[in-house]
C-alpha cells in the first residue's frame, strides 16, 4: 500500500559541498534550512535582513547588499517605545536610534562582502502579498505592528514577481560570476490572509520561479512546499496553528534536501556532524559516573579526528564540550 505521493527531484548539479558559502535570504522556513546548515557546519550567512516574506522585499534586501548600501537615521522610525527600518524585521528594532542603525548597516555590510564570495544564494519565498505605506505608497518588508490602515495590501501579480526577480538575479550574476540560486517555497500556510487567498499567493510564486528556473542556468528549486503540501499531506505534520509545519515534517524536508542536494561525501559527512551536534546538547543524569565521562572520551576522540580530517570546519565547541 502506497501512503505517500511519488515525487520527483532532480538531484542538483553541481552538487553543494562543504567548502561553499550559502546566503539564506526568504520567511520562516529560510532559517529551519539555515539552522541546520549551520547546525553541521556549514559556512552559511542567514537572513541579513531578517525574516522576508514577498518578492519585492526579497528583491530589494539583495540589491541593497550588491550596492552596499548605508542606511541613515532618515530610514528609521519611532512606533512603540522603539526604533525601526519599515525594511527590516524587528530582530533590528532598538529603543536606541544609534543601536538601531549600528546593527542594520553592521548587517548590511557583512552580507555585502558574503555574497560576493557566495557560491549559492537560498531565497524561500512565503507570500505573493506585499504592503506599502498608505502615506506615500513606500514598500515595507515588515509592519512592525503598526495600525492595519497605516499600510495597503497589495497581491503581486506573476508579471510583477518575474520582473522584479528577472532585474535581481541579473544583478547578482553581474556581482558574482560563480553564484548559483536555489529557490523554494515556503510551506507555511498564510491562513491568515485566507485558505483561497493563501492558494492565489502561492501559486503565483510557483509559477514565477518555475518561470525563471527555466530561464537561467544557474537557477534551481527545490519543492519544499511541495514535500509538505502535497507528499506528507496530513494535518498531523502541521503545529496547533494548522498552518507551521511540525518538527517531523521540517525534518522530512531537510532529509530530502540533503539527500538531493549534497553529493554522498558531504553528505556523509554532514550525517557524522550532526550526531556529534547531538552528543553535546546531551544533558547527563551523573556528570561523575565512569559512564559518561567514558562517553565524553569516545566523542571527543570522533571530534579531533574528524577535526584532522577536515581542518577547514570549525569542531572547537564540540572539542571544549567534550574535552572539559
Not at 5 to 22: E, G, R
Not at 171 to 191: A, D, E, G, Y
Request: with cysteine; charged share 20%; proline share 4%.
Amino acid at each position: 500500500m502506497k501512503l505517500l505521493t511519488d515525487i520527483n527531484i532532480k538531484a542538483l548539479q553541481p552538487f553543494i559541498t562543504y567548502h561553499d558559502k550559502l546566503l539564506l535570504t526568504g520567511s520562516c522556513f529560510t532559517e529551519h534550512i539555515g539552522n541546520y546548515l549551520a547546525d553541521v557546519k556549514f559556512s552559511i550567512l542567514q537572513n541579513p535582513h531578517g525574516i522576508l516574506f514577498d518578492p519585492l522585499s526579497v528583491c530589494s534586501s539583495l540589491i541593497s547588499y550588491i550596492q552596499n548600501r548605508r542606511y541613515t537615521a532618515d530610514d528609521l522610525f519611532y512606533l512603540n517605545e522603539a526604533w525601526h527600518s519599515w525594511q527590516h524585521h524587528s530582530r533590528f528594532s532598538h529603543p536606541d536610534k544609534d543601536v538601531c542603525l549600528q546593527m542594520i548597516n553592521e548587517s548590511q555590510a557583512k552580507a555585502h562582502t558574503f555574497l560576493k564570495q557566495a557560491d549559492w544564494l537560498i531565497v524561500t519565498l512565503g507570500s505573493s502579498f506585499s504592503y506599502k505605506l498608505a502615506d506615500g505608497l513606500m514598500p515595507v518588508a515588515n509592519c512592525h505592528k503598526a495600525p492595519a490602515q497605516t499600510f495597503k495590501k497589495h497581491l503581486c501579480t506573476i508579471e510583477e514577481t518575474v520582473t522584479a526577480l528577472d532585474g535581481t538575479i541579473h544583478q547578482l550574476f553581474h556581482f558574482n560570476k560563480q553564484l548559483k540560486i536555489i529557490f523554494t517555497i515556503s510551506p507555511v500556510r498564510h491562513l491568515r490572509d485566507g485558505v483561497v487567498e493563501n492558494n492565489r499567493s502561492k501559486a503565483r510564486l510557483i509559477e514565477a520561479v518555475h518561470h525563471l528556473a527555466d530561464k537561467f542556468d544557474r537557477l534551481y528549486y527545490f519543492p519544499a512546499y511541495e514535500l509538505v503540501i502535497d507528499v506528507l499531506r496530513d494535518y498531523r505534520f502541521f503545529d496547533i496553528d494548522l498552518a507551521h509545519p511540525n518538527y517531523a515534517a521540517t525534518q522530512f524536508v531537510l532529509e530530502k534536501f540533503a539527500a538531493h542536494c549534497f553529493d554522498e561525501t558531504t553528505r556523509t559527512l554532514s550525517e557524522d556532524i550532526k550526531k556529534l551536534v547531538i552528543a553535546a546538547n546531551h544533558k547527563p543524569f551523573n556528570p561523575q559516573s565512569q559512564q559518561h565521562k567514558s562517553f565524553l572520551q569516545n566523542q571527543l576522540q570522533k571530534t579531533m579526528q574528524l577535526q584532522q580530517e577536515h581542518p577547514y570546519l570549525n569542531f572547537s565547541r564540540e572539542l571544549h564540550f567534550f574535552g572539559g
